[in-house]
């Protein structure tokens, strides 16, 4: 049985979307015929020849990718930071970040793109029941990851609450770290604790928009077809949110109360962009990601031993 080695870390400061990530794919992987070993850090564990490794480390350098590569094929996911090869799970493209593509990296690297994004399979089996979102909203969708250190949450309620709506819904979904509590007068609102993928699916496939922080939770809310405003303060996540604006995914806010309502009232009031931006998100992240990705290790893995 082959080998993979997972090395991922997810905490309050970078978010949790790496090790939910890494959980998809490690299923995936499951399913065709592999062991799955995940390792809390960039310890280099002992990892024999014919093992493959994954990385999904926020700060992973190129001197400790380069380390596994030594020992075993290794595909970086992560895409910011040091590393000089990765194969980049978000919206822009693969890319090499000090140096011209060697001739060996297809042997380790995973060809990337949106489609490629790597969700948990319900939300790709969720998307059937999207329906066409209205405007203005009936139904607003809040989720800004497991623990929401930047305080996301408390600020898309304040901005709600200077939006005027009749008979408005407001599902937020909380994660397992959301250590406060929410202090909201929003009529219709309901507040989901540390929810199940499916759950999260649903929620989102009865939505009519969505305001989320970029992150993983955006790929999920593309996959589902929500039209979503994304929060940013990240310069590098400002960069990606931009350039999936661009492609007509989502739509961008700064993480500011006054400007959010705004965007809500402006996005919110326009049937045509909502329907628009929910049939090109759809289109851009099927939400089969973690089967091709998993698939194209396993090809590339046997293609690799029946050449030794």
Not at 91 to 119: K, N, R, V
Not at 147 to 157: C, G, K, V
Not at 188 to 211: H, N, P
Request: proline share 5%.
């Amino acid at each position: 049985m082959p080998t993979v080695h997972v090395y991922r870390i997810a905490n309050r400061k970078i978010g949790h979307g790496h090790a939910v990530r890494c959980l998809a794919l490690s299923d995936a992987l499951s399913r065709q015929g592999w062991q799955i070993i995940v390792h809390e850090s960039m310890m280099v564990k002992w990892v024999m020849p014919g093992d493959v490794n994954v990385v999904d480390i926020y700060d992973a350098t190129a001197k400790e990718i380069l380390t596994l590569r030594e020992l075993a094929p290794t595909i970086n996911l992560n895409d910011k930071g040091s590393a000089k090869w990765f194969a980049n799970m978000s919206f822009l493209h693969t890319t090499y970040l000090d140096s011209p593509c060697p001739a060996d990296a297809p042997e380790h690297e995973i060809i990337a793109g949106t489609e490629y994004a790597i969700l948990r399979p319900e939300f790709a089996a969720a998307r059937k029941y999207r329906r066409v979102p209205t405007s203005p909203p009936r139904t607003v969708f809040v989720a800004h990851g497991g623990s929401d250190p930047m305080r996301h949450t408390e600020i898309t309620l304040k901005a709600l609450e200077r939006v005027s709506t009749h008979s408005r819904l407001v599902s937020v979904v909380l994660g397992s770290e959301f250590d406060r509590d929410i202090e909201c007068t929003l009529p219709g609102l309901t507040v989901y604790r540390d929810v199940s993928a499916e759950t999260m699916a649903r929620l989102m496939a009865q939505a009519d928009l969505g305001i989320c922080s970029m992150g993983l939770t955006t790929h999920e809310a593309c996959c589902m077809g929500l039209p979503t405003i994304n929060l940013c303060f990240d310069e590098y996540l400002i960069g990606t949110a931009r350039i999936a604006e661009a492609k007509g995914l989502l739509w961008t806010c700064p993480p500011e109360t006054e400007v959010l309502a705004d965007a809500i009232e402006r996005h919110g009031n326009s049937a045509f962009h909502l329907k628009l931006t929910s049939r090109t998100a759809m289109a851009y992240v099927p939400g089969r990601g973690a089967t091709l990705v998993a698939r194209d290790i396993t090809q590339r893995f046997w293609k690799r031993m029946s050449s030794c």
